[in-house]
């Protein structure tokens, strides 16, 4: 094990995810607002972002799985020794990280009619994100809000199976925005 | 601060309880189980809220806890306490002023901010409880969206009492799927549950969250021919005035006195500072008890 893994967790645990987590829920609770956190250095590939949100929320009962664009030796060390998650094949998964092109979506779970809650919540590493393209409608969205999206047939499919569904998380450098199944993407 | 972890849950407990309101979140209205801890207060004094609360604070936010609308009795000032002391939060009883409100069967007069939270305290969160004992049936009732009974239910306050007598805890659909408990407010706080902030709803002892995002479409389900309505005690505030504000009702002698009075105590002291006076209010001062 390399002395990076050991590095990069959050400096006061407690406090620096109790930030991190109201960050993480204005973005869940408002589809298409950006949000900034911080706190965490996690090794390459994982951004920023995506990092605070691991940190955050994934802990020993939380299998993750980690698409091929993610899955390097460094990168698992790092996630087992400040999370104790295991790792899980995506139809096991209750988070998963990657970047878009790699992510097995039709692998994931999407609760069951009793438990829609039961579904996987994907992290997508991203690149760009701003408040353009594709256009967003539903709960938590006054009006209609924009987020640049890899693509938007996914998203439609998505919805449509509303109450089951992912939820999805597109990270960039220290930047995050939410898309739950609810809203509606044109 | 306190020997305790901020806001006294351990970290492993409020990622269980983060990881709920996620998915409330994402499904309005759906009841998502969560492991609800031990709380230093009994079941039926908050402890759902209270877990939902630590799992949502910050040390930037400003905390206040409403008990039917009151910030100063036993079960809001210990609260607040509570997390002054385990998390060291400031508190504050200005419903303007605050982050996060948790409340118990009260939504506040002061229409809230879209930075703004309301935690609600849920004794019973399954609408459908009183009328099928069964979690599995009613489990199953939700996923079919199978609410005929809800229905049934509304339609025998007809029959019986002429109109839909029920007064709180009056069943919402979220969202066009969810039927969803609004906790026991009263209904003339239904139309409020459609706002700009967040909105948790923690169970303790039933051990469930959910949760209505912002701008989520709430209607309170009722029938063309007998349409809800909001209603209260057909009176003004008589300490504050208010015709717009919901009344509690105080006997204040033995021989049938009685006065209507704000529930909503931080509404009524705004309007009292400001110079409004009731029928049988006193103009405010700064020192009174």
């Known amino acids: ?27 869940m609770a408002r589809p298409g607002e950006i949000v900034t956190v911080a706190g965490a250095q996690p090794p390459a590939p994982l951004s920023a972002a995506a990092g605070v949100v691991v940190l955050t929320l994934c802990d020993p009962e939380t299998p993750i799985h980690l698409a091929a664009s993610h899955d390097t030796p460094q990168l698992r060390d790092w996630i087992t020794f400040y999370t104790g998650a295991p790792f899980a094949e995506a139809r096991h998964a209750m988070f998963a990280v990657g970047a878009w092109d790699d992510l097995p979506l039709a692998d994931f779970r999407l609760g069951t009619a009793e438990y829609p809650d039961r579904s996987t919540t994907v992290i997508v590493e991203r690149r760009n ?44 450098g220290e930047r995050l925005a939410a898309l739950p199944r609810t809203t509606r993407v044109t | 601060m306190s020997d305790y972890n901020f806001a006294y849950l351990d ?73 002054q002391k385990t998390a060291g939060v400031a508190v504050t009883e200005a419903t303007t002023e605050a982050s996060v409100i948790q409340t118990r069967h009260r939504i506040p007069e002061q229409d809230l901010r879209a930075d703004q939270i309301l935690v609600y305290q849920v004794p019973i969160p399954e609408p459908l409880r009183f009328l099928e004992p069964s979690e599995v049936e009613t489990r199953k009732m939700h996923a079919l969206e199978e609410y005929g009974l809800m229905h049934v239910k509304l339609y025998e306050d007809i029959s019986q009492h002429g109109d839909i007598a029920t007064a709180y805890a009056y069943p ?28 948790l709803f923690g169970a303790g002892r039933e051990q469930r969250i959910y949760a209505i995002p912002p701008y989520t479409q709430v209607v309170s ?22 015709q717009d504000s919901y009344l509690d009702e105080l006997i204040v002698d033995d021989a049938g006195g009685r006065m209507f009075m704000c529930s909503d105590t931080d509404y009524c002291t705004t309007r009292r500072k400001a110079g409004h006076v009731g029928a049988q209010g006193v103009p405010y001062e700064k020192d009174a008890a």
Not at chain 1, 5 to 23: C, K, M, N, Q, T
Not at chain 2, 69 to 79: H, K, L, P, R
Not at chain 2, 187 to 193: S, W
């Open chain 2, 172 to 199: 919402v659909k979220v969202e066009g799927r969810y039927v969803m408990d609004p906790s026991p407010i009263p209904k003339f706080d239904n139309p409020k549950l459609e706002m700009a902030g967040i909105q």
């Open chain 2, 221 to 242: 389900l009722d029938f063309d021919d007998y349409p809800f309505l909001p209603t209260k005690a057909d009176h003004a505030c008589d300490l504050c005035g208010a």
């Open chain 1, 129 to 172: 994100l701003s408040n353009d393209g594709a256009v967003l409608v539903g709960p938590g969205i006054k009006e209609k809000a924009a987020l640049s999206l890899p693509e938007t047939q996914a998203f439609k499919t998505n919805a449509k199976l509303f109450p089951l569904g992912l939820d999805f998380i597109f990270t960039c």
């Open chain 1, 1 to 27: 094990m390399q002395a990076q893994v050991l590095e990069g967790g959050f400096a006061d645990p407690s406090i620096d995810a109790a930030y991190a987590f109201r960050a993480v829920m204005i973005a």
């Open chain 2, 11 to 83: 970290e492993q407990t409020k990622r269980m309880i983060r990881r709920a309101i996620l998915k409330g979140l994402a499904i309005p209205g759906h009841q998502v189980p969560f492991a609800s801890r031990e709380m230093p207060m009994p079941y039926g004094w908050g402890t759902g809220g209270v877990q939902v609360s630590a799992a949502v604070l910050t040390p930037d936010d400003t905390f206040k806890v409403i008990d039917q609308g009151a910030d100063d009795t036993t079960n809001a000032v210990s609260i607040r306490r509570f997390f």
